[in-house]
């Protein structure tokens, strides 16, 4: 798995926490977190770069509903065998768990858009870093706000989700795909991804956390998508992405959940 | 005007300034809307520092032995005004402690009835919402209200209910029924079939938008079965008391339908939530208060929902009426 090759050894995290109190300075506190311990943590000493010729990532300021908080992340050139994204991580600095996503393309992917729901914890940046074929990191990031209220990340009713759970749709724009273009889809997929509970003191409840941490979509037998999930993905995961067919073929979704569980959906397409 | 709440400081603060006597606590306005039941009226906004998040309708029914406090408060402070104000206005000691859902303006003054023999009474789902929530509602609190809360202060039932439950108060009976997912997971509502008041709580919103966090399909259904209980005044969750029964029910009603049809063709017709979000029911926004506060969640909630809705074996798919 590529995302454990950026995990770096703990003596970064240090080092990193002296280039924060300077930065900190320069850039606001907002920055602290990122800089103190997260860059390292899953970038190492890696340059990454705040350019605007690679991705943008599109949230709402104010996130509505904390549970389920749309996000895009809209890359600017199409995917070539030349020139493609390889990976783009999702990262929110102050959620418990700051690993959301992790997603991997291919040239088939056509255009290495993703879009998603997330659960957010707080006030905190949302980043997304694209790691290019040229093995370069790129960044876009946005500030998200969690609004207070009644609702809590958590949601409610994960009843519903877990009654169908495994269940999965592929969303097409139309009936019939367009070969040689980049054709938009949509995955969903219901599961109740909870974040789980230790042994509440209160309560006495233990609820075991449940989430997908894998999806494989691939048409053909080619990979078009790859994800990597973790808790902060909100329930009843969905994700939105493109991918260029060149003949009429078989879309494919396989998923795993932390628990073991594996699912797989499939859908006939054709021009 | 400076308000003080704590009854020592105040004290001390009287003290300070030389005067003579110690200044009255805040008092809760109350209003006695049947024999026995009395009514604080909450106001429309969005928690904040300044409200400390006492918004919601709150109050207490009085029976011969026994007062049922439903929905405590929404902050600690806000719930030694109530505990005050009841004992101001009987001796019958309270014996239950009614949490009509889980969310903040309902359950922050538990703590101050945590006496002996005091009851605490809610959905059987109530006390697993607490303990997922509690953890951000905490953070929340104290972010938002300037509100330091502990785990001590969501207290869970000790007495929940499923299906339906009879409190006997000594000449009045208060029928509890929890209800299937609906604007929560663990919503409670209380008729006292004395006056056959109905305490709906946040069932029923009226002024301010309603708010989905539970499921928006469940709650249609409930308001349907709701329409057909008996009752001579009901009580919302938010805005005034009514006897418009069941009338009361249409704006909320009318509001969660047009949601539900107008999410439908968007996802119908391919549109994003993000779409949905901006552009479904806008023309909703003069009728209600906190309009912008809450619609946009409503629609993300109900669109979520609503993608699945073929696949849930306990939706029935016809369109509503």
């Not at chain 1, 890359?75 to 994204?85: A, E, M, R």
């Not at chain 1, 073929?249 to 699912?263: P, R, S, T, V, Y």
């Not at chain 2, 703590?111 to 059987?124: A, E, K, P, Y």
Request: charged share 20%.
């Amino acid at each position: 798995m590529r995302f454990s090759l950026f995990i770096r050894p703990l003596a970064l995290v240090a080092l990193s926490a002296i280039a924060l109190t300077q930065s900190a300075w320069a850039e606001g506190e907002d920055e602290s977190v990122w800089n103190g311990s997260l860059k390292s943590k899953f970038f190492g000493e890696q340059t990454i770069l705040e350019d605007k010729d690679t991705l943008e990532i599109t949230a709402p300021y104010r996130a509505e509903d904390p549970a389920l908080v749309p996000i895009q992340v809209t890359s600017k050139f199409p995917q070539t065998p030349d020139h493609f994204i390889r990976n783009i991580t999702l990262i929110i600095d102050n959620n418990p768990t700051p690993f959301s996503a992790s997603f991997d393309f291919s040239p088939q992917s056509g255009k290495a858009d993703i879009a998603t729901r997330l659960r957010f914890n707080a006030y905190t940046h949302v980043r997304a870093i694209a790691l290019t074929n040229d093995g370069k990191l790129h960044m876009a990031k946005a500030f998200v706000k969690a609004s207070g209220g009644c609702s809590a990340p958590i949601g409610t009713d994960a009843e519903a989700a877990k009654a169908r759970m495994g269940k999965m749709k592929f969303k097409l724009e139309g009936e019939k795909v367009v070969i040689g273009q980049p054709n938009p889809i949509q995955l969903l997929i219901s599961h109740p991804n909870i974040t789980g509970m230790q042994m509440d003191q209160i309560s006495r409840i233990i609820q075991p956390a449940h989430y997908v941490t894998e999806v494989k979509v691939s048409f053909d037998g080619k990979p078009i998508l790859g994800v990597r999930g973790d808790i902060a993905i909100s329930a009843d995961p969905n994700f939105r992405f493109f991918f260029t067919p060149e003949h009429a073929g078989e879309l494919k979704a396989e998923i795993k959940d932390n628990l073991g569980n594996q699912f797989s959906a499939s859908q006939t397409v054709s021009p | 005007m400076i308000q003080m709440r704590n009854p020592q400081l105040l004290i001390a603060a009287s003290l300070l300034l030389g005067l003579g006597f110690p200044l009255r606590a805040e008092t809760l306005s109350l209003k006695e809307v049947a024999p026995g039941i009395f009514v604080h009226q909450g106001v429309h906004e969005v928690p904040d520092a300044k409200n400390r998040g006492e918004i919601a309708n709150i109050g207490f029914v009085v029976g011969e032995h026994c007062v049922a406090v439903i929905d405590s408060g929404g902050s600690p402070d806000q719930g030694r005004e109530l505990r005050d104000a009841i004992a101001q206005k009987t001796r019958v000691p309270i014996c239950y402690v009614i949490n009509t859902h889980v969310h903040p303006d309902h359950i922050y003054g538990n703590q101050s009835f945590r006496l002996d023999g005091v009851r605490f009474v809610g959905h059987h789902k109530l006390a697993q919402a607490m303990a997922l929530r509690a953890p951000y509602y905490s953070d929340m609190a104290h972010r938002d209200l300037g509100i330091t809360l502990t785990p001590e202060d969501f207290v869970p039932p000790d007495l929940p209910v499923q299906g339906t439950l009879e409190l006997d108060l000594g000449g009045r009976t208060l029928e509890l029924t929890a209800h299937p997912t609906a604007h929560t997971d663990n919503d409670l509502s209380i008729l006292d079939t004395k006056t056959r008041t109905l305490w709906l709580a946040d069932l029923l919103f009226m002024g301010h938008l309603p708010v989905i966090d539970g499921s928006l399909l469940g709650w249609l259904r409930e308001i349907e079965r709701l329409r057909q209980v008996q009752a001579t005044q009901v009580i919302p969750g938010h805005g005034p008391v009514t006897a418009d029964w069941p009338l009361a029910l249409t704006g909320e009603e009318n509001y969660l339908k047009s949601l539900a049809n107008e999410i439908r063709i968007a996802i119908q017709s391919n549109k994003t939530i993000e779409q949905a979000m901006n552009e479904v029911g806008q023309k909703n926004r003069p009728d209600w208060q906190l309009f912008d506060a809450f619609h946009k969640r409503n629609v993300a909630a109900a669109f979520a929902e609503l993608e699945w809705e073929e696949e849930s074996t306990h939706t029935p798919s016809g369109a509503l009426p």
